[in-house]
C-alpha cells in the first residue's frame, strides 16, 4: 500500500492511502468498496446511538455467555459486627 502521513491532533499522523489497496486476496479495493458478506439490518434508531457513541458497550452487545449472572449477595454479606 502506498500512503502519505499528514500531521494530525495529539502527536499522532493521519495515514491515508494514496495508491491502489491490495486485500488479502492479492485483488485491489474498487472505488465501489468492499460488498459485505452477512448483511445486517440496522434500526434507524441503533444506528444514531452508534453514531453518537461508537465505544458505548451495551448488554445486547454481549454476548449471552459472557454475561455476568446477577445473583442476591452471599449470605451475611454488607453486615457488620
Do not use: C, H, N, W
Not at 17 to 34: P, V, Y
Not at 46 to 72: G, I, L, S, W
Amino acid at each position: 500500500m502506498v500512503a502519505q502521513e499528514f500531521p494530525a491532533q495529539e502527536r499522532r499522523p493521519l495515514r491515508i492511502a494514496t495508491g491502489a489497496i491490495q486485500l488479502g486476496d492479492g485483488s485491489a479495493l474498487s472505488a465501489q468498496g468492499l460488498k459485505p458478506d452477512i448483511a445486517v439490518e440496522v434500526s434507524p434508531e441503533d444506528e444514531r446511538a452508534y453514531y453518537a457513541d461508537a465505544f458505548k458497550v451495551t448488554e445486547q452487545d454481549e454476548p449471552a455467555d459472557k454475561r455476568r449472572p446477577v445473583r442476591p449477595p452471599a449470605r451475611g454479606a454488607g453486615r457488620t459486627a
